[in-house]
């Protein structure tokens, strides 16, 4: 069935307000969410430029005041970190080498 031009006119005049419609709802959605984003994009340059400004250098500052301090923790958490380093390692040591007695002593019992 092939619809005449007249019918065809009725139905695009009929749908025409909803079309209208969806269009505009989906232009003022696109239009929010790119507002959004641009103001966001401003936001975020502005917030980095900031904080290269005024925070960064008084990080750097700190630093530098703290130098010493800061290398000598760093130095004794290291110390830190390489006696229970030790203490681990030994007690694995330990423990293999207890375990491996056992098997010895288990291997020769059964040679026997």
Do not use: H
Not at 14 to 35: A, D, H, M, R, Y
Not at 85 to 102: P, R
């Amino acid at each position: 069935m092939k619809l005449d031009e007249s019918t065809l006119s009725e139905i695009m005049e009929s749908v025409k307000p909803s079309l209208i419609e969806g269009l505009q709802n989906e232009l003022k959605s696109n239009i929010t969410w790119e507002t959004k984003e641009e103001i966001s994009k401003q936001i975020r340059e502005y917030v980095e430029t900031w904080a290269k400004k005024e925070i960064i250098p008084e990080i750097a500052r700190m630093l530098t005041e703290d130098k010493d301090s800061l290398v000598s923790l760093g130095v004794k958490l290291g110390q830190e970190v390489v006696e229970a380093m030790v203490k681990e390692m030994s007690t694995a040591i330990k423990s293999n080498l207890e375990n491996a007695w056992k098997r010895k002593k288990i291997f020769e019992a059964l040679l026997d």
